[in-house]
């Protein structure tokens, strides 16, 4: 008698689209999670996209949580920072939602080059990434967000400039001579100061209205 061989069924990796890396099934809920809470806050029509690299390790990080004010020092700052810029002021409202409300209503939005956390200790991993992300990006922005402009934020994003120009987009780029917006660390008030300004004079420039 024949002894048949049992197959065993081995499971097919997952891959995060907002990443191109293999994933967990909480690593894809978080995601889906990150994205629901921003498309509540979404602009009809966005005037200014702002675009940084990845979005912070800690869910209470992040930009578009709804509920308290970030717990980590540097994502507290670039809240503060961005809406200052924005002028709209933090110290306005209580409610974190209420801020996030305010920044949609005048047409802004904030998004990821890569939509999860990445460990930037990894030489070269954000690289890798956005070289298999880009395509991705260029219709993220041209199809569905579809802004009036962009505002890079982070040094690291020089090369996404580059790339968003030679396809095209180099007209809708908020930036100033010397390359994207450098990011200020919570501790570096200077530094802040000059990401205020900075921020907020592109926005007069560019007029930044979604009508």
């Known amino acids: 008698m024949s002894q048949m061989t049992a197959e065993i069924a081995v499971p097919r990796p997952m891959y995060c689209d907002g990443?191109?890396?293999?994933?967990?099934?909480?690593?894809?809920?978080?995601?889906v999670e990150r994205l629901e809470w921003a498309s509540r806050f979404r602009p009809v029509r966005i005037g200014t996209l702002f675009l940084t690299p990845a979005p912070p390790a800690?869910?209470?990080?992040?930009?578009?949580?709804?509920?308290?004010q970030p717990a980590g020092l540097d994502a507290r700052a670039l809240q503060e920072d961005l809406l200052e810029s924005c002028g709209i002021a933090p110290g306005d409202a209580r409610d974190r939602k209420v801020l996030l409300r305010k920044f949609q209503e005048e047409g802004y939005f904030l998004t990821d080059c890569v939509e999860c956390p990445i460990d930037f200790s990894e030489a070269g991993e954000f690289d890798a990434l956005l070289d298999r992300i880009m395509p991705t990006l260029v219709r993220r922005l041209r199809f569905s967000y579809r802004p009036k402009s962009i505002l890079l934020i982070s040094k690291q994003l020089t090369g996404v400039a580059k790339a968003l120009g030679a396809m095209g987009l180099e007209a809708r780029l908020l930036m100033p001579k010397d390359g994207p917006v450098s990011l200020a660390k919570a501790t570096d008030a200077p530094g802040r100061t000059r990401f205020r300004a900075k921020v907020a004079d592109l926005l007069r420039e560019a007029g930044n209205r979604s009508e």
């Open 19 to 31: 990443c191109t890396r293999e994933a967990t099934p909480e690593h894809l809920r978080r995601r």
């Open 58 to 68: 800690e869910m209470e990080d992040y930009f578009y949580f709804p509920e308290e």
